[in-house]
């Protein structure tokens, strides 16, 4: 089932060849958690979403206020009937027509969506192994920092930690610095400092590490610092964790030789939840 804009259908969208996100990955697009019929942290997304289509020079239609999309997300989620909790993709494309140059700036969407298991955050205690993917880099700029349909390193990253049986990969930015996972923005826990890298180092502006920095800065004992991350420094941590919307807060178990405790994401996960009303 999918919302073709504004219009809800149980077959495939109707995505043409020339769809411009197809031919140049020419979209942006967010993932959203739906708890209780309630879009989370919806007024992030949408103000991350209207800052995407302005840093790649989209026309923004009028009617995309905040009222009116999170209508659209509700009423599609309605439709599919699964309300009690559901991972939504809304991917905004510009139109077709033109090559590299598009003939204009108007913009079309398509949402989809598929249920999740559980409403609320948790932690998982399986053993979650990663390792550095050195291939390609993340480009220090501010296109690095939002979702674009150009997700290539994700892709193939993702297949590289597959092959060596990771869980996951920690991507560098061309300065070699730790940037972010495959799927998450990336924190290290030292002692009783809470680090993770600032947005100017390339790293995705992501809606959960808004939230988890939010949540950090009110904990006794606990300094929270945006600061760049070396390989060098991941061995010198007690924790490592990935933080995205629909997982919530993932605990790394083993970076090569190094295990590390899970203390310190569990906290945050119950902190996480009870910000949010699901305890």
């Not at 560098?172 to 990336?186: H, I, P, R």
């Not at 070396?230 to 993932?250: H, M, R, Y």
Request: charged share 20%; proline share 3%.
């Amino acid at each position: 089932m999918v919302n073709d804009n504004k219009k809800i259908v149980l077959s495939e969208a109707e995505i043409t060849s020339q769809n411009r996100g197809f031919l140049y990955g020419d979209a942006v697009f967010e993932t959203i958690k739906i708890v209780n019929n309630n879009v989370l942290f919806f007024e992030d997304h949408y103000f991350r979403l209207m800052a995407s289509m302005r840093i790649v020079r989209m026309e923004i239609p009028l009617n995309f206020t905040m009222e009116f999309l999170e209508e659209q997300i509700l009423q599609f989620v309605g439709a599919a009937n699964f309300q009690s909790s559901a991972r939504v993709r809304m991917t905004v494309f510009r139109n077709e027509g033109g090559l590299y140059l598009p003939q204009d700036n108007t913009v079309g969407f398509i949402m989809q969506v598929v249920p999740l298991t559980e409403a609320t955050y948790s932690i998982q205690n399986a053993n979650y192994e990663v390792d550095l993917y050195k291939d390609f880099v993340v480009t220090k700029q501010l296109l690095s920092t939002i979702k674009t349909t150009n997700k290539m390193l994700n892709v193939i990253g993702s297949i590289y930690a597959r092959e060596n049986d990771l869980q996951n990969c920690l991507l560098l930015n061309n300065e070699k610095n730790v940037v972010e996972a495959l799927n998450g923005n990336v924190f290290l826990l030292s002692k009783e400092k809470l680090i993770t890298p600032p947005i100017s180092e390339g790293c995705l502006n992501g809606i959960m590490r808004k939230q988890i920095l939010a949540i950090a800065k009110k904990l006794e004992n606990i300094e929270v610092i945006e600061a760049p991350i070396s390989p060098f420094d991941l061995q010198k941590a007690d924790e490592l964790f990935i933080t995205n919307v629909i997982n919530g807060v993932q605990p790394i178990t083993k970076y090569r030789k190094k295990e590390y405790a899970i203390d310190f994401a569990t906290e945050l996960v119950v902190k996480l939840n009870e910000s949010i009303g699901l305890v």
